[in-house]
T-cell receptor
Framework: SAVISQKPSRDICQRGTSLTIQCQVDSQVTMMFWYRQQPGQSLTLIAT?????????ESGFVIDKFPISRPNLTFSTLTVSNMSPEDSSIYLCSVDAAGRMNTEAFFGQGTRLTVV | AQSVAQPEDQVNVAEGNPLTVKCTYSVSGNPYLFWYVQYPNRGLQFLLK??????LVKGSYGFEAEFNKSQTSFHLKKPSALVSDSALYFC?????????????FGAGTTVTVRA
């Protein structure tokens, strides 16, 4: 298993500003994932962050809006840039601790972002 | 392509009654299937998974799920629901033919267990 610490747990931000969310894992993992969960909706994958390479973004998400860093095997950040009220969501960090297709993913507790 | 459908937005049951949350999937290969639960203001917690073998899988907190290949389903069940089971439940799938580790999630089912 993996224990994931995500910070901040919540924030209220002004439109046009940026917020950086941190994700710290208690063990080394190859793959980390960032999800968005809009109010009342399911999880949507933003990007996959592998250490030593550029993040891979899903359709509809771009690096300029959601830059990601992955400096080592236990840490990643997601920045939500130039925020608008439409960015109000829960953002979740996830890891695949065992690095195998048949193992479960683990999630941080999420960052609840409100943009005003 | 892989996808998951949870046909019910909400499930309401009385405490002590059986609870079922439905999930169907679509994959091109074989599925790896997962159930997660999300309590308010919390992240997702893993409940159980189907990889291969026995179609009936047992997981945390008394939950179990039955894999049915012919019906492409993986319904979550609990014989006797508790008020504390009230939460948001997600079914997720990975396709064994996929080259990546992405999970596809269903829309989620809100379970309310009344006392």
């Amino acid at each position: 298993s993996a224990v994931i610490s995500q910070k901040p747990s919540r924030d209220i931000c002004q439109r046009g500003t940026s917020l950086t969310i941190q994700c710290q894992v208690d063990s080394q993992v190859t793959m980390m994932f960032w999800y968005r969960q809009q109010p009342g909706q399911s999880l949507t994958l933003i990007a996959t962050a592998n250490q030593g390479s550029e993040a891979t973004y899903e359709s509809g998400f771009v690096i300029d809006k959601f830059p990601i860093s992955r400096p080592n095997l236990t840490f990643s950040t997601l920045t939500v840039s130039n925020m608008s009220p439409e960015d109000s969501s829960i953002y979740l960090c996830s890891v695949d601790a065992a690095g195998r297709m048949n193992t479960e993913a683990f999630f941080g507790q999420g960052t609840r972002l409100t943009v005003v | 392509a892989q996808s998951v459908a949870q046909p019910e937005d909400q499930v309401n049951v009385a405490e002590g009654n059986p609870l079922t949350v439905k999930c169907t999937y679509s994959v091109s290969g074989n599925p790896y299937l997962f159930w997660y639960v999300q309590y308010p203001n919390r992240g997702l917690q893993f409940l159980l998974k189907y990889i291969t073998g026995d179609n009936l899988v047992k997981g945390s907190y008394g939950f179990e799920a039955e894999f049915n290949k012919s019906q492409t389903s993986f319904h979550l069940k609990k014989p006797s629901a508790l008020v504390s089971d009230s939460a948001l439940y997600f079914c997720a799938v990975r396709d064994t033919r996929s080259n990546d580790y992405k999970l596809s999630f269903g829309a989620g089912t809100t379970v309310t267990v009344r006392a």
